[in-house]
């Protein structure tokens, strides 16, 4: 709340607005939560300056997250692939996020954050790591290797409609359609 | 643009562009050159064209999109730069002509199509894009923010092409959505504990928040009750009496009753009384709160005019309990209508399927690194023991006679044992409340533990089965042999049963008490005059008793088990003290106690119309009970329910509470006389019968004065009046006949 902090023009408000699902206020709030993480000299610019991955990560909505790392590189729009945010791409991920977005939306982006290798299509090896990003880090937090055949196994064949062991992204927005816990978990609010 | 799209020639070059993909080129049908989309590159060597039929898109770009998806196995996203394709399209003559056809913003349009198409990288159906005019609108479109503006821009640039109405059904279908919004961020200021519950999401996952959801629900459901009740029935009975706004009251002593049911002498406190009497009366309603408009004895009032209108408070008291009962209903049904859905159309496995658990598994509202760590604990064990689950019915489909004969006999036992402890439960609370209404006026002021101790025996008795009777079912169902997921719901299904059973059977003992009649004068009367001169007030005090015992017992619980025991746990270190731990926050439990509250609140508000504002201001507090002591008393249990169903478990609990109460409340209004000493049902049988009353008196005033104005204008001149009239009687006597008899 210093004088130095500066504000968000109005038509980019309006603007933002219009283009993502958030409210004049959760738009106003992202914008201060953003403005933290940028260092002191950068705070001016606000809109076209780049948050580095690690200072993204700080934020608590992320930091429990064993997604964090997907989301980043989901939503971030950097050239260099360092998976940098601005703060557009920080709008982005909020709305995605927000509890309006329609769930069109949302299962689209959970596609491109549980595709591990970004192949368009989750398979094997991405619903593995999965599991394991669910179940948490450390080796005793694990499935045993025949559980996890056990339970890849059901969740393909609950899900991969075509049968080429690998499920699309009709047949994921398809699965998630019947998923009534999808909506209220798919959730980040500042 | 169709018709350059009917002249497409598309040729799949077999020489790689690359080591990893194929050259597609389009052949100019003027110069019949081929160019290779992506570089531009002049291609001398082409291979057979494709046959597709490409007049089902809409512009080039849905084709290069199109032809994008086609080969989405061969193209890896990456290779596939924004620029090249744009470039080179721009440059065929047809597309140039079909540029300067349309005057302005064409140019931008075809930078907009070329970037936001390729960039995305994933394979979009392309009838979806850029359709005019029902284009979704740019923010359900799966872009960046910089490509929804530039989709949006060329959206706005199509807009000036199409017809004025369809233009002004644009503008008016956004600024209508600009309304809505508007509103709805007005409307989530004033949501109660949106900050509260937020955190306790960020820290216990949507488990536990859809436990304080509800309860926040139930808050607002019973103040509105209290609205209800008050404007309609308490509101003006205390203006009346009071005489405001030129008001009156009537009281109407009942005809044709002995004079000994209208006896009813409240015992007001009189003279010099000690200090502890006020509070034994605030504690169970009786004495100078029996005589307030808390409950029913007050309203003793037959009509009350306002100036000139007549108001009938019985009828108003009637249908604002049917009206109150309706609400609840159709708002938990409304807020119940998706989980119905979900469970009726998937049926119960789809709920804990594994897509489910695996794709929804994680909250992403978790913002506490401990809570994440908990969750990760509970989603491996609930993995576990699913796939163990699946692995068990294996085993059980391998059972033999001898085995399945000896498991089905001990569940029959079981089963016997629980009903044993279920009529146990019952046995003692009618005792208790026979027990307790006979020695309430016998012991006397004096002795003022033991006449609060007898008073409050019912409740102490139901809270005592309502605590111990969950302990021996679930002690039970380990030896039943069931699946882990059966075990839960069906000890959740006997718990439920428990709870609002033993409201019943404490209703169904004060009837057959107040109903208890030997001699002819109570016979006269219908219902024990001598000891319930004016029941109603004597059913809503137990209520009252109920909700304030209730009350105390999960006030008691926090302050003197919880907060104790988590001192104990963090300052001494023995072995058994830290085994023990601190309690856990189990969701189920916790529901069914807020449940058994409401049910009887909404059948204590007919006895005592301010009750609801009672049950408001307690779940109000229980509210920030619950939270301190879950944040720093609980630990949240292992295996905590799913939010979604949890959400549809509380609603059908609530459902089924809803619906249990509506029995009692049946029977005391339309079965049991009401009493002829208070309340506004005195000079009717039943509560109900001012219902019918009113209809028929109604339509015979309106018939007489119908009568009377015929006879004014000379009906009887009228041919065939004597004859007509005789008939018209004859056919009303056999109606009311036949009437009489079914």
């Known amino acids: 709340m210093g004088g130095s902090a500066s504000m968000l023009p109005r038509e980019a408000l309006s603007e933002y607005q219009e283009l993502t699902f958030l409210s004049k206020q959760e738009i106003l709030l992202a914008y201060k939560r953003f403005s933290a993480l940028l260092p002191k000299e950068e705070r001016v610019n606000v809109c076209s300056a780049r948050v580095p991955k690690s200072q993204i990560l700080t934020l608590p909505e992320l930091r429990a997250n064993p997604f964090q790392h997907r989301i980043c590189h989901v939503f971030s729009t950097s050239e260099d692939g360092d998976d940098s945010m601005s703060f557009e791409d920080f709008l982005d991920m909020l709305s995605v996020f927000s509890d309006s977005a329609t769930s069109d939306i949302k299962s689209h982006y959970a596609f491109r954050i549980f595709d591990f290798d970004d192949d368009g299509t989750l398979d094997r090896k991405d619903l593995e790591k999965l599991v394991n990003c669910l179940t948490g880090q450390g080796e005793e937090s694990r499935l045993s290797n025949m559980e996890m055949e056990q339970l890849i196994q059901n969740i393909l064949e609950e899900s991969d409609i075509d049968k080429d062991g690998t499920i699309n992204l009709s047949e994921f927005q398809h699965v998630i359609s019947r998923s009534p816990d999808f909506a209220s978990s798919f959730k980040i609010i500042l | ?742």
């Open chain 2, 1 to 742: 643009m169709r018709n350059i799209l009917k002249n497409l020639v598309i040729n799949i070059s077999t020489i790689h562009h690359t080591q990893l993909t194929p050259r597609v080129t389009l052949r100019c049908l003027h110069c019949g050159l081929c160019r290779c989309i992506r570089c531009s590159e002049q291609a001398t060597e082409v291979g057979p064209a494709i046959q597709q039929d490409w007049n089902k898109y809409q512009s080039l770009q849905e084709v290069v999109t199109g032809l994008a998806w086609t080969f989405n196995k061969l193209w890896l996203p990456e290779d596939f730069p924004a620029a090249a394709p744009a470039g080179f399209l721009q440059q065929l003559p047809s597309y140039q002509s079909a540029l300067r056809r349309r005057a302005g913003g064409s140019q931008r349009r075809a930078g907009a199509q070329g970037s936001a198409g390729l960039s995305g990288g994933e394979p979009r159906g392309p009838e979806q894009q850029g359709r005019e005019p029902e284009a979704r609108p740019a923010r359900e479109q799966p872009l960046s923010i910089a490509e929804k503006r530039r989709l949006r821009d060329c959206q706005q640039a199509d807009i000036k092409h199409l017809s004025g109405w369809q233009q002004w059904k644009r503008t008016s279908s956004k600024s209508l959505r600009k309304v809505l919004n508007e509103a709805k961020e007005l409307s989530s200021h004033l949501e109660l504990w949106r900050h509260d519950i937020h955190s306790i999401e960020g820290k216990f996952g949507t488990g536990i928040q859809s436990y304080f959801s509800f309860l926040r629900f139930l808050v607002l459901l019973n103040f509105i009750i209290f609205i209800l009740m008050f404007s309609f029935v308490t509101l003006p009975s205390i203006i009346s009496k009071y005489g405001i706004f030129n008001s009156t009251i009537a009281k109407i002593p009942p005809k044709n009753t002995e004079p000994h049911c209208t006896v009813y002498k409240p015992s007001s406190n009189e003279g010099l009384v000690y200090f502890y009497t006020y509070l034994k009366d605030l504690l169970s309603g009786t004495g100078f709160l029996e005589v307030t408009s808390l409950f029913y004895g007050y309203y003793t009032i037959d009509a009350a005019w306002f100036s000139v209108l007549n108001y009938n408070l019985p009828l108003a008291y009637l249908l604002t309990t049917f009206a109150y009962l309706a609400l609840s209903l159709i708002w938990i049904i409304k807020r119940s209508v998706d989980g119905f859905k979900q469970n009726l159309v998937h049926g119960e496995d789809q709920f804990q399927s594994y897509c489910n658990k695996i794709f929804a598994g994680w909250d992403f509202c978790i913002t506490d690194p401990n809570a994440a760590q908990l969750k990760h604990h509970s989603l491996l064990c609930e993995l576990q023991a699913d796939l163990e689950e699946e692995r068990l019915k294996q085993k059980i489909a391998d059972r033999t006679m001898k085995e399945k004969l000896r498991i089905y006999s001990l569940r029959i036992c079981i089963n016997i044992i629980v009903i044993a402890v279920l009529s146990g439960c019952f046995y003692s609370i009618f005792r208790a409340t026979v027990f307790s209404r006979e020695n309430s006026s016998d012991v006397s002021n004096t002795d003022f533990q033991a006449n609060l101790l007898v008073q409050y025996l019912p409740s102490i008795v139901i809270t005592l089965a309502n605590f111990i009777a969950p302990q021996i079912f679930s002690f039970l169902i380990t030896f039943e042999d069931y699946s882990p997921a059966f075990e839960i719901r069906l000890t959740l299904m006997r718990c439920v049963f428990v709870r609002l059973a033993n409201i019943g059977v404490l209703l169904f003992s004060l009837w057959s008490h107040i109903s208890d009649c030997a001699t002819d004068e109570c016979k006269a009367c219908g219902y024990n005059y001598e000891l319930y001169p004016c029941w109603e007030s004597e059913v809503g005090q137990e209520m009252y008793k109920l909700t304030i015992f209730d009350f105390i017992i999960i006030l008691s619980v926090t302050l003197f088990l919880d907060f104790p025991r988590k001192l104990l746990v963090t300052h001494c270190p023995c072995k058994p003290v830290q085994w023990c731990g601190l309690r856990v926050f189990g969701i189920s439990d916790n529901v069914l106690e807020i449940i058994y509250g409401q049910t009887i609140c909404w059948i204590g508000t007919f006895f005592s119309p301010l009750l609801p504002a009672i049950a408001t201001i307690k779940y109000f507090i229980i509210f920030y009970i619950k939270k301190i002591s879950l944040m720093h008393t609980c630990k949240p249990a292992a295996r905590p329910l799913r939010a979604s169903s949890s959400n549809f478990f509380f609603l059908v609990v609530l459902l089924i509470g809803l619906v249990l109460a509506f029995i009692p409340l049946g029977i005391s209004i339309a079965y049991i006389s009401s009493s002829k000493a208070c309340g506004p049902f005195r000079s009717f049988n039943t509560s109900w019968a001012v219902v019918p009353d009113t209809i028929i008196k109604q339509f015979r005033d309106d018939e007489l004065e119908h009568h009377d104005i015929g006879l004014e204008h000379d009906a009887k001149g009228a041919p065939a009046y004597s004859v007509l009239k005789t008939a018209i009687q004859l056919g009303c006597k056999a109606a009311i006949f036949l009437s009489e008899r079914i």
